[in-house]
């Protein structure tokens, strides 16, 4: 792959625009239905693990943390898991217990930075974290957050109630339909965000301007250097195809697949 996502942020010589922020959330969205719909949670989504071709498309890369998810109540995942800057508030009050719900708030963290060309919420440690979220969607409570008093760290520090900040505010220049998706995904509640293969079908990615095609959308080069075009592979991953079906080894799924 010639570069990836964060590379594309930090080098762009001006703010995305929406046509181009539509096409990699378009990719990316596609991506994490296609992982979810297969009961895979990748736990570590960010700009850099998001791979950018030579022709512009985006993969999702870096497995290391992936697990199977299941309906199984009892299964305890760890929480020391995703990059800081993208880890869930669940994760931040040490949950064992979660779905693929930590992705989803991944992907609204990158949404965000790329309607910013910034992180939205950049702590330098655990604590400070969890003040960088409190501070725009307001201070949870049990109203709106009913799981929050279960865990485990809840009780470990307390912060003063604060207002949430209207996203309109915090992304000024980000268009109504872009705020109103993003709202869908920054929600404490686990289960009510929104999914993934729902999120495609948001007006946001139907209404001028219309998502750009992978081939329109900026390919910058990791150290300047000409990337080389190594071997394609025989088989390769596909979004729109069973996984069975597009993976290197068909038996290695075969377990997972009902």
């Given amino acids: 792959m ?3 996502l964060a590379e594309v942020i930090r080098n762009a010589q001006q703010p995305l625009t929406q046509a181009q922020v539509k096409g990699y959330m378009l990719m990316l969205l596609q991506g994490v239905a296609f992982c979810h719909a297969n009961n895979i949670m990748h736990r570590d989504l960010k700009p850099a693990n998001l791979l950018i071709s030579s022709t512009g498309q985006l993969k999702i890369a870096d497995f290391g943390l992936a ?4 309906n199984d109540a009892g299964r305890l995942y760890s929480h020391q898991v995703a990059t800081r800057w993208y880890r869930a508030p669940e994760l ?3 949950a064992r217990k979660y779905d ?3 992705d989803l708030w991944a992907v609204g963290c990158i949404f965000a930075e790329l309607l910013n060309n910034s992180p939205l919420f950049p702590g330098e440690n655990d604590i400070e974290q969890l003040c960088c979220v409190l501070r725009v969607l307001g201070t949870p409570s049990q109203h709106i957050w ?4 279960e865990l485990p760290d809840y009780n470990k520090i307390s912060f003063k109630d604060n207002p949430p900040i209207p996203l309109e505010e915090v992304l000024p220049d980000a268009p109504p339909q872009a705020l109103q998706l993003l709202k869908h995904f920054l929600v404490y509640p686990s289960r009510e965000r929104v999914k993934a293969a729902q999120a495609l079908l948001h ?3 139907f209404t001028s301007p219309l998502p750009a095609h992978h081939s329109e959308l900026p390919v910058p080069q990791r150290g300047d250097r000409t990337a080389r075009q190594g071997p394609q592979h025989q088989r390769d991953f596909h979004v729109k195809r069973p996984v069975e079906e597009s993976v290197v080894d068909p038996e290695w799924v075969a377990p997972y697949v009902v």
């Fill in 2 to 4: 010639l570069s990836d």
């Fill in 67 to 70: 697990r199977v998810f299941s």
């Fill in 92 to 94: 931040l009050y040490g």
């Fill in 100 to 102: 693929e719900g930590v």
């Fill in 146 to 149: 009913p799981e929050i008093t």
């Fill in 203 to 205: 007006p946001y990615f």
